[in-house]
């Protein structure tokens, strides 16, 4: 029963991870065309602006998966202190790292309201 378990485990976190890595891979590309397209239309800026905000989308999403992966893997197959302290400082990284591509994408924290100009 145990050894079914870890195999069900290991199957999901490599399927968590192989997800997190296509996201990431799959929003870069992603922007990368819609860079390609938007600079027939907009400026080069405009369009390096949308693409920046558009690949770090993918890699927040990316970033979700492989920190899910990190979890199940700490909790269900290597719960030892050390494994939870990684998990620990991996999560801490993550979340420092999604702050500041937020704060640099949105120009503010994630829990400030944006600003609305259209009601001026």
């Not at 378990?5 to 290991?10: G, K, L, P």
């Not at 239309?41 to 990316?62: F, K, M, T, W």
Request: hydrophobic share 55%; no cysteine; net charge negative.
């Amino acid at each position: 029963m145990t050894d079914a378990f870890f195999q069900i485990a290991n199957a999901l976190v490599l399927g968590l991870e192989a997800v997190g890595i296509a996201v990431i891979m799959g929003g870069f590309v992603l922007a990368t065309v819609i860079w390609l397209v938007n600079l027939r239309s907009r400026s080069a800026y405009e369009a390096y602006r949308d693409y920046r905000r558009q690949s770090v989308r993918g890699l927040i999403l990316g970033l979700e998966f492989l920190v899910a992966a990190d979890i199940i893997r700490t909790v269900a197959i290597e719960y030892t202190m050390e494994s939870v302290l990684m998990l620990a400082l991996i999560i801490l990284i993550r979340t420092l790292l999604v702050f500041a591509l937020h704060l640099e994408i949105e120009g503010r924290l994630p829990w400030e309201q944006p600003d609305d100009d259209s009601k001026t």
